[in-house]
């Protein structure tokens, strides 16, 4: 055997090691969604009041607020409990490209939504 083939071997058992995550980290991100969960639902009993954008459009900050907070948990949950935070690069490309499609999507939809003439039919 070479001296190339050994280096191979090496650096293919490199490629297969899994990182361990301490269970504090576990209990840390479970500590911050719980909290989360408890902003989610105190923020629903409150009006945070609306802001005009412009005449017709106007953003209510309650769904603003929840949707940040589900979003932060959501970053949470597929970082530390799905493991792409400690993934491959592909992985990471491929959560990536799926948020990016989402984004799109949403921004087409909401294109149509606000391009309406809601009232003027």
Known sequence: MSEH???????EE???EHHIVSPVIYLAILLAL???????VWASFIDLGEWHIAPG???????A??????CTKMVLVVL???HVKYSTKLTKLTVACGV???LALIGMTMTDYFSRAWGRW
Do not use: R, S
């Open 80 to 82: 530390f409990f799905m």
């Open 100 to 102: 990016f499609t989402f």
């Open 5 to 11: 083939d050994g280096q191979f071997e090496q650096k």
């Open 14 to 16: 490199h490629e297969h």
């Open 57 to 63: 459009l106007t953003l209510f900050w309650n769904p």
């Open 34 to 40: 719980l909290v989360g969960t408890g902003l989610t």
């Open 65 to 70: 607020v929840a949707l940040a907070i589900a």
